[in-house]
């Protein structure tokens, strides 16, 4: 049993934390000074930043970031960091493989936009139940994601912590949600992010077992170190992101 103290210093943190969620700017200027004692990847690696929404505000801040992640690098599709991988693409500097969570409407007016001009391409991890929501895609902004030449993941049905979860409620966030965006883009859906993203504290051994006999190929984590060829894409490490923080704060979460 953890100790009265320990647990409303836990609390404290966990308060702080979203508070500082909530507010981008300061998050990040509260991470950046952590930067100093790191680089951005100069090394052979395989990074997979993520973000989530980018409200307009952001547009010119995520084009900094993707534009610092290009000077380092290249950026690569989902399919071609798989590849990088299973040891079949060449692993000679830094990778980049970008994807965002969720379904935010700021995909399609900011995001989408973006990407298309710079011609990086992202993978999209959709909440399925979050489709159609106010400030939401609709499965009309999915198809024209799908259509515009993006990859398109699951990210569960609800977006409720799979841990939390009996083994039947596990097994309809992860089946019922990759049915659901076959059904609506009429295209197969192998790739998948699990909600909050830590092994062992959001998800566990039976959700990734649910995931290969589901039929996923990847399943991505929110742990953060760089990957390399021969590591498994059923645990892929992913750096979270916001295009608010300066570069500094980037760097403690993408460096090698
Ligand atoms: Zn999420």
Redesign the pocket.
């Known amino acids: 049993m953890p100790s009265p103290t320990l647990i409303r210093k836990r609390l404290n943190e966990l308060e702080l934390r979203s508070k500082l969620r909530a507010r981008p700017r300061v998050q990040g200027r509260v991470l950046a000074p952590a930067g100093a004692f790191r680089r951005l990847p100069r090394t052979a690696g395989l990074y997979f930043p993520f973000y989530?929404d980018v409200l307009p505000e952001y547009a010119g801040d995520l084009r900094r970031h993707l534009l610092t992640f290009r000077r380092h690098g290249s950026l690569v599709s989902w399919d071609d960091a798989l590849a990088v991988l299973a040891g079949e693409r060449p692993l000679h500097g830094p990778v980049f493989c970008l994807s965002f969570?969720?379904g935010h409407a700021s995909w399609r007016d900011v995001v989408v936009p973006l990407l298309r001009e710079l011609g990086v391409p992202a993978m999209f991890?959709l909440?399925t139940g979050l489709v159609g929501r106010p400030g939401n895609l609709t499965w009309d902004d999915c198809r024209a994601i799908a259509a515009a030449g993006f990859d398109v993941g699951s990210?569960t049905v609800t977006?409720r912590r799979l841990a939390d979860q009996d083994d039947g409620d596990a097994a309809r966030e992860l089946i019922d949600s990759k049915r659901e965006i076959e059904d609506e883009l009429g295209r197969e859906v192998r790739d998948f992010?699990a909600?909050?993203g830590h092994p062992a504290v959001d998800y566990g051994e039976r959700d990734l077992e649910i995931a290969r006999s589901a039929g996923y190929r990847s399943f991505a984590s929110t742990l953060r170190p760089a990957m390399h060829p021969g590591d498994s894409p059923l645990a892929i490490n992913r750096q979270g992101l916001h295009p608010a923080w300066p570069l500094w704060a980037v760097r403690t979460r993408v460096h090698d």
Do not use: E, N
Request: hydrophobic share 20%.
């Open positions: 989530h969570d969720d991890f909440t990210h977006h992010a909600p909050y």
